[in-house]
């Protein structure tokens, strides 16, 4: 080659032996820990909701997932639609849930996903929206005599629904009541359920999902007189 030219084509540097063999398992390992830098999220596990039932017609309220392999970027599904999830650690997310949700009586389905790579969705859990805890504010009459003929009760108070039975006394069982208004019913009380005078406890029960029962009030039933009869 003339002196003062050089070639166009690459400049090849020539190397053999253990040089060379040094030269590319250096390379291989530079690519080697590149592709480990991308690290796969785990598939979440959704264990738990707390609290899993919540009275239908509630304010507004904070539940809490509970589970495994949970990450900063996890969702959270709400009947397919993407919640705000606050991030507690990998064991818990917190979802807001507003008044409207919780309006009416239904079974929301929660799910969690983590996202790409690695990453899916866990299992669905359900948090049930139920019956709400009832309370009754008075009964009338609240006193009456014993006698032959069954009494008819007027109940006021709030959380009344159509499964709302009536207890009275040490029943275990309840009596069907004719719910007037989520605030006030009617019930009918036989007269063996009061054989005797004395004070008498009555109080309400809502059945699942949520219900339970609600605070208890006397009835006073007096002895009756010849020229007295039972309230009716």
Do not use: K
């Not at 690519?31 to 909701?49: C, F, K, Q, V």
């Not at 039975?165 to 007269?191: C, H, K």
């Amino acid at each position: 080659m003339p002196r003062g030219r050089t070639s166009a084509g690459p400049r090849i540097i020539a190397s053999s032996g253990p040089a060379l063999v040094a030269l590319v398992v250096s390379m291989a390992a530079c690519g080697s820990d590149s592709t480990a830098a991308i690290a796969s999220n785990p598939r979440p596990t959704l264990g738990s909701i707390t609290p899993s039932v919540i009275n239908a017609g509630s304010a507004a309220a904070t539940v809490r997932l509970s589970g495994q392999s949970f990450v900063s970027a996890s969702r959270v599904l709400l009947d397919g639609t993407e919640r705000v999830a606050r991030f507690v650690n990998a064991a818990a997310l917190d979802v807001d849930l507003s008044a409207n949700d919780l309006a009416v009586m239904d079974t929301l389905l929660f799910v969690v996903v983590n996202p790409a790579p690695g990453g899916g969705s866990s299992a669905a859990l359900p948090l049930v929206i139920g019956y709400p805890t009832p309370t009754i504010a008075s009964v009338s009459p609240s006193t009456f005599p014993s006698g032959p003929s069954n009494v008819f009760l007027t109940i006021t108070g709030s959380g009344f629904s159509s499964r709302t039975l009536v207890i009275w006394d040490a029943e275990t069982a309840g009596f069907v009541a004719n719910v007037m208004s989520p605030t006030q019913l009617r019930v009918q009380i036989p007269t063996f359920e009061f054989p005797t005078a004395r004070t008498y406890t009555i109080r309400v029960h809502n059945l699942s999902p949520g219900g339970g029962d609600s605070n208890s009030l006397p009835v006073i039933v007096t002895a009756s007189s010849p020229t007295q009869g039972s309230a009716r």
